[in-house]
């Protein structure tokens, strides 16, 4: 599968997590197996302001943005997501993340969160009820950078909104390249079932690449949505929190992550965390994560309990040293 001129592997896609697929855990996912992964969604008029702000020399990009669209050295392509409702604006942000370096622009038409669908009038999923205005954002977009163009939708706006075919059509024919569709509408949020007939719809009615998303956590996950779509790949979600080995399973590299594995794993994360942000912001934004990966032996619910008390990098070391790493690897099969 290609993407422009970018080769993309057999494994699955990261699907985009806002505060969680950042720098550190990208690399972790693609060094695991992922063949793609996406920035979370950076707003288009968060990108216009502080590219203004710029111009006028009173400061550079404003720092949380630049460590949004930031790639980690090396990683290749970079694919960075941006949201808004205004096609101008959206066509401008794009310039500037493609000349911020970002190798793909993926555009977000499937966020269901309040602030950004603002009464569903707004943006993300939003603008599937206004399927005119979504492909013209597309087309300018397009229009507006060299890079190649993907999108992200979902199945509709509501059960009874369920217009992805016609998005989808719409967007091929804006000149998008690529297409990741959550199998669920904007009520579901993010869990429930997903809808693999409609899905299948989909990747019938486009010539483009559909990649298959929502509710995948193991390889008969995968391989269902693949055999019943048709998809071209599938992106993992919530299945990858504490668990970057999905993406080797899902190449068919089957691989147990033990607790001494997920540990040394934590250790590393936030090591490459703090390279990334700091150590402040690191040990508190590392807390979740740890969470995640600690599981799987007697006690590990009072130790998430206490991740609170990790405030800097050798507090947190601290607390997965108390992990019975021995002990857990014989009891793994009951997590507590
Ligand atoms: C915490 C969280 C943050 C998310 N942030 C984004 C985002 O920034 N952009 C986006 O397109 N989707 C976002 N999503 C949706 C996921 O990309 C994905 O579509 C959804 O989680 C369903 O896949 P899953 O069942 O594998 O988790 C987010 C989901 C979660 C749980």
Not at 94 to 106: F, H, N, V
Not at 144 to 157: E, I, N, Q
Request: hydrophobic share 45%; net charge neutral; proline share 5%.
């Amino acid at each position: 599968m290609k993407i422009g001129s970018f080769d993309i592997g057999p494994g699955a896609f990261l699907a985009p997590m806002a505060g969680i697929t950042n720098p550190p855990f990208r690399r972790l996912c693609l060094e695991m197996g992922a063949s793609l992964t996406v920035t979370e969604l950076i707003s288009c008029h968060a990108l216009l302001f502080l590219s203004a702000k710029e111009k006028n020399r009173t400061r550079k990009l404003g720092q949380k943005t630049v460590s949004l669209i930031e790639r980690y050295p090396g990683e290749s392509p970079l694919a960075v997501q941006i949201f808004g409702r205004d096609p101008e604006a959206m066509a401008e942000a794009a310039r500037i993340a493609a000349g911020e370096g970002a190798d793909i622009i993926d555009l977000n038409f499937g966020c269901p969160a309040r602030k950004v669908i603002k009464n569903g009038e707004g943006s993300g999923v939003a603008l599937m009820r206004d399927p005119p205005l979504l492909e013209e954002i597309a087309q300018r977009v397009v229009r507006a950078v060299d890079v190649p163009v993907t999108a992200k939708t979902r199945l509709g706006y509501g059960p009874t909104e369920k217009n992805a075919v016609e998005v989808a059509r719409r967007i091929e024919g804006a000149g998008v390249q690529a297409l990741c569709v959550h199998a669920r509408t904007r009520d579901q949020g993010h869990s429930g079932p997903t809808d693999l007939a409609l899905l299948r719809e989909v990747v019938d009615a486009v010539g483009i690449p559909v990649i298959g998303n929502g509710g995948i956590r193991c390889k008969a996950d995968a391989d269902q949505m693949l055999a019943q779509t048709g998809c071209a790949r599938v992106a993992v979600g919530q299945g990858s929190k504490g668990n970057p080995w999905i993406f080797s399973e899902l190449v068919g590299e089957a691989f147990a992550a033990g607790l001494e594995d997920r540990i040394a794993t934590c250790r590393r994360h936030l090591e490459l965390y703090v390279r990334w942000i700091g150590e402040a912001r690191a040990v508190i934004e590392m807390r979740k994560h740890a969470s995640w990966y600690l599981k799987g032996f007697a006690g590990a619910a009072a130790l998430r309990g206490r991740l609170g008390l990790a405030v800097d990098v050798a507090s947190f070391h601290g607390l997965l040293d108390e992990v019975p790493v021995s002990e857990a690897s014989a009891k793994e099969a009951s997590p507590s």
